[in-house]
């Protein structure tokens, strides 16, 4: 009878102490509960917010720091967007005071504001020259651009092909194209298909060959990880070689943006009545130097439009470009 007694009672007090010394238990990161003998001790961490309070004279003194170079950011980006213009300016005043200084006849070099009266004063006409000439050299240049990309994905996609074409792209690249322009003047006359060819001669190989490096700049590793995911050939080439191509490619599109326009002035040298090439030729014969610097300026303008416009469209299509990043991050180091 004393023995059940006995057993009964330690029962009991095992289950008191269980119920009142727990074991020891992972609460989270934020509490854990340790058990030591008798009694039960909560190690609880204490949260801290980010960063030190408002009051300590550490954030006062990061905040201060933070807008000293957001100020210097914004000084340096002006700076850097305002220096070519300054460049520009610079370099116009000394033309000015050089020709007033020495006397140099205005047949020989006009001064830069004798220039531009007469710009503005022939304004129609070089507008309407002008106009020609954008149209040929955009011509051009978007038959370029039609037949380069097409020919630099054959070339990369197959070698015996790439064998096959190289020599003669090589060979058009070589030749001068002042010395083929004649050629298409007696194939095709005086008109707008001589200088739409030649600017598409002039343009089209740098188009084609920064399109196959970079279609051929994808990493094998890339490559391998689409295939081992079940892509196909044509899902590989629209999600990961195309895109990763578009760098080479602007490059190249960038370039022959300014060599179409040299393409389609070489072919109004050769032969036309209008342009702003034929307009240079007249006024080279008729002694007209500021008009001749004006038509220059105006060739010079079309340029940098189609350049600045071709990369827009760049900036639109891949922003996450290196090239970008770098100039949107500019004066920020």
């Known amino acids: 009878m004393d023995n059940a007694v006995s057993s009964k009672a330690r029962t009991e007090r095992r289950s008191v102490n269980a119920t009142i010394l727990p074991s020891t238990r992972y609460r ?28 300590d004279p ?3 003194d990061a905040t201060r720091a933070e807008r000293m170079r957001a100020g210097s950011s914004s000084r340096s980006t002006f700076l850097t967007r305002v220096a070519p213009l300054a460049g520009i300016v610079a370099f116009l005043s000394i033309w000015q005071a050089g020709v007033a200084l020495y006397r140099v006849p205005a047949y020989l070099l006009p001064p830069p504001t004798q220039i531009f009266r007469t710009l503005v004063n022939e304004l129609p006409r070089l507008l309407y020259h002008s106009w020609v000439t954008a149209y040929e050299m ?29 020599p003669q792209m090589l060979f058009f ?76 490619l602007f490059s190249g599109l960038k370039v022959a943006a300014t060599l179409a326009v040299a393409g389609a002035v070489v072919g109004e040298f050769v032969g036309a009545d209008k342009g702003l090439g034929y307009l240079l030729l007249v006024t080279n ?28 469209v760049e900036s639109l299509l891949i922003p996450w470009h ?8 500019v004066g920020t180091m």
Do not use: C
């Open 28 to 55: 989270g990161p934020m509490a854990v509960d340790v058990t030591l003998g008798p009694l039960t001790f909560r190690n609880q961490q204490k949260t801290h917010r980010r960063g030190p309070p408002i009051s």
């Open 173 to 248: 690249q070589v030749v001068p194209k002042v010395a083929i322009a004649p050629l298409f003047l007696v194939w095709f006359g005086v008109g707008t298909t001589p200088k739409v060819l030649v600017a598409f001669l002039i343009s089209f190989f740098p188009i084609v060959i920064d399109a196959a490096v970079g279609l051929r700049s994808m990493p094998t590793e890339m490559r391998d990880l689409a295939r081992s995911m079940g892509a196909s050939r044509l899902q590989i080439f629209t999600r990961f070689r195309l895109p990763t191509s578009l760098p080479y």
């Open 322 to 329: 290196v090239t970008h990043r770098v100039r949107d991050d």
């Open 58 to 60: 550490r954030a006062v």
């Open 138 to 166: 955009l011509l051009g240049y978007g038959l370029a651009v039609t037949v380069a990309i097409p020919l630099a994905i054959a070339i990369t996609a197959s070698p015996r092909f790439d064998s096959f074409v190289m």
């Open 285 to 312: 014969s008729n002694m007209e130097t500021a008009l001749m610097f004006a038509t220059i300026a105006a060739l010079t303008a079309i340029g940098l439009v189609f350049f600045y416009a071709v990369e827009l």
